[in-house]
């Protein structure tokens, strides 16, 4: 068939025959099928991992280019069987413009392989969730991330951005036998007697993200200032006694966490049980929850060395390894999915990037065609010298002229 397509071609579009279009162009088709394809069905979506560096893609990007380059190649040699430039053969002004754009074309074709291969890549990640269910997913890992206490560092007390907790009323305590580490205390000198101000040990009312360390809330950005709020409502609904608020974004954690087939040893219930312990709600061995699958043997991860980094001067039982929830790899694949969403300004960069390419290679191309070698070769010389020159000028300008070097590079 393609063979009858190529006679007709010659005896009625000898151009479009010559250039090799037709068969180029259903080469291209498929090879850009297959590599989506490929990038597809390579790409891993499962949340079993915690970090998604798409390792598959080097290796698949060296192939596309390298089948690329052959193609390119194996074009060539087709193309410069017939030349009609150096047969003199009559050309109208509409043919050479035509014959540039078939050559632009295929070359752009060759040339974007590897978007495709991308594109097949975040298309998969696509596929997981849509971007209303990937946003709902989200807002669901920012609020339980203020209760899932896996350190001390993000919930200790720091006395430029807290204040301490206030010491109920009705609370029966002996100052005397409170804990330095975990209460501030005021020496009344006039009547010699210790106050307790308040509790200022690891709790979940002091947790702050890593981003408010550096910037008070003014100077945030709007998706930090986001997160905060967030976090700020969840500290809410633990002052506020709202059990049914946390109960239900515990309850939608684990149905994200059944959605994609991953494990804990540990319910909304019992997760609400362990870390709801008002007025203080402390973080200590007893309070702390992993946010991944951690191996049960390693001492490292156990309550003990949890509270010994506390220094909270309390014992407990060596044996028992810490609850998990598999909340870093819910973030780190729900990220990867907004990011795949997100990713339309890098490929329209990348596949504008590809088409200069192919503009450059086509005229390449085109001008070694009609030209003879000495001709092309001496013109592609000049060239580069002519660039050179340029460059010592512009470089010349903006020493004595103080030009930037923006204008420079243009």
Request: contains cysteine; glycine residues 4%; charged residues 20%.
């Amino acid at each position: 068939m393609l063979k009858n397509i190529q006679k007709y071609l010659l005896i009625h579009y000898p151009l479009i025959w010559n250039v090799r279009f037709v068969p180029m162009a259903i080469i291209l088709i498929l090879l850009h099928l297959i590599f989506f394809g490929i990038g597809y069905l390579v790409t891993d979506t499962s949340f079993s991992e915690i970090y998604h560096y798409g390792d598959e893609l080097p290796l698949l990007y060296f192939i596309a280019v390298l089948v690329g380059v052959l193609l390119f190649i194996a074009w060539l040699v087709f193309y410069n069987r017939n030349n009609g430039f150096k047969s003199f053969y009559p050309r109208k002004t509409s043919q050479l413009y035509l014959e540039w754009v078939m050559i632009f074309v295929i070359v752009s074709g060759i040339s974007l392989v590897p978007v495709t291969l991308t594109a097949g890549y975040l298309t998969r990640w696509k596929s997981v969730a849509s971007m209303d269910e990937a946003k709902i997913a989200w807002d669901v890992l920012e609020k339980v991330n203020v209760l899932i206490p896996n350190s001390l560092d993000s919930y200790a007390y720091d006395t430029l951005y807290h204040k301490p907790i206030p010491i109920p009323e009705n609370m029966v305590y002996l100052a005397d036998t409170l804990s330095p580490n975990l209460y501030s205390f005021n020496y009344d000198w006039a009547d010699k007697n210790i106050r307790v101000v308040g509790y200022v040990g690891a709790s979940l009312l002091f947790y702050r993200g890593y981003y408010y360390y550096s910037d008070s809330y003014e100077y945030m950005d709007d998706d930090d200032k986001r997160k905060f709020q967030k976090e700020n409502l969840v500290r809410q609904w633990l002052q506020n006694d709202m059990r049914d608020s946390l109960f239900t974004v515990m309850t939608e954690f684990e149905k994200l966490q059944k959605k994609h087939h991953l494990r804990s040893n540990i319910t909304p219930e019992k997760w609400l049980q362990r870390i709801y312990n008002p007025p203080f709600f402390p973080v200590k061995g007893s309070t702390a929850i992993q946010d991944r699958e951690i191996d049960e043997s390693n001492f490292y991860e156990t309550e003990a060395r949890f509270d010994s980094s506390l220094d909270a001067g309390y014992e407990v039982d060596t044996s028992k390894a810490l609850p998990y929830l598999p909340y870093e790899n819910l973030r780190s694949g729900y990220d990867q999915v907004l990011d795949s969403y997100d990713s339309g300004e890098e490929i329209r960069i990348i596949t504008l990037i590809c088409l200069c390419i192919s503009i450059f290679m086509s005229c390449l191309v085109y001008s070694f065609r009609f030209s003879k070698g000495k001709s092309w070769l001496i013109a592609f010389i000049g060239t580069g010298v002519l660039i050179f020159i340029t460059t010592l000028l512009a470089v010349a300008f903006m020493k004595f002229i103080n030009w930037d070097e923006e204008v420079v590079v243009l």
